[in-house]
């Protein structure tokens, strides 16, 4: 009975697909909504294969409201959790909220680190990414996660997980630089690493639409000249860039 065989193959070989796919997860941790922007080419590929769960300390109700509206407080941080949830969607992740203070957070990594833990234990991530020590831009949030979640990966002894920390190379900032001088709008990126110390890039040419689309999510943190702006740097830098650490 070959067709009956054939089938039987198949059918083993769609659970362990599935299986796989239900086993393999992404944890990318994170300190506002839009942080997610500096990787979503690489979420999105990955997403194609894992289950990539994107974690935000805070929900940026301290921020500006970009849109002119002047929301504050509450009603800012809901609406940035609703950006994100869009931005989630386009890259096929699931946005999760940790809802910390957003003024003090380096105050809570106590209930930071419990929370990673919960995750990790319910999610068992194969891979987890966070920010490198400058954070990109340099702002403090950023750095404070990216030691942190380095901080928790290294106790997780037991795990087979790897850490990625995402980063801008010298030479993309040199060509984010050009385009914003170009639109006369200041320098995005504060705290670009050597390029040689780059030891993981991930091409996202095929990325290029949920790249945009999920840029498009945040009018409250983003203002339409900035969405001009992204649009040419993605096209011109199909590729994002990380330093997978070792332990
Ligand atoms: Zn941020």
């Given amino acids: 009975m070959p067709n009956k065989y054939h089938q039987i193959v198949l059918l083993i070989v769609l659970l362990l697909t599935l299986n796989n796919k239900a086993q393999a997860n992404v944890l990318v941790l994170l300190a506002h909504p839009d942080d997610e922007t500096w990787l979503s080419g690489s ?9 990539v769960h ?3 300390a805070t929900s940026g109700g301290a921020g500006k409201d970009r849109t002119g509206l002047k929301r504050q407080g509450q ?4 609406a940035r959790e609703n950006e994100s949830e869009c931005a989630a969607k386009q890259l096929n992740a ?3 909220f940790l809802k910390l203070d957003d003024k003090n957070l380096e105050l809570y990594e106590v209930e930071l680190i419990d929370q990673y833990q919960r995750l990790f234990e319910q999610i068992k991530p194969k891979l987890l990414i966070t920010f490198a020590q400058d954070g990109i831009t340099g702002h403090k949030d950023h750095i ?3 030691n ?3 901080k928790f990966w290294l106790t997780q002894t ?12 010298e030479t993309r900032a040199t060509i984010a630089q050009q385009i914003a001088t170009q639109a006369n709008y200041p320098q995005p990126i504060r705290k670009p690493v050597a390029t040689d110390s780059i030891n993981l890039t991930i091409k996202v040419r095929e990325q290029h639409q949920p790249r945009v689309t999920a840029f498009a999510c945040y009018p409250s943190q983003f203002p339409q000249g900035l969405q001009q702006i992204w649009q ?10 990380f330093i997978q650490v070792s332990r």
Avoid: D, M, R
């Avoid at 009603?75 to 809901?78: E, H, P």
């Avoid at 037991?158 to 190379?169: E, K, T």
């Avoid at 040419?232 to 860039?241: C, D, L, Q, S, W």
């Fill in 54 to 56: 994107l974690v935000y």
């Fill in 144 to 146: 404070f996660i990216g």
């Fill in 158 to 169: 037991n795990s087979n997980s790897q850490l990625w920390q995402v980063v801008v190379s």
């Fill in 75 to 78: 009603t800012l941080a809901k």
């Fill in 232 to 241: 040419i740097f993605v096209a011109k830098t199909p590729y994002e860039e």
């Fill in 94 to 96: 699931q946005a999760h």
């Fill in 148 to 150: 942190t979640v380095k």
């Fill in 43 to 51: 979420i999105a590929k990955l997403s194609q294969t894992q289950q």
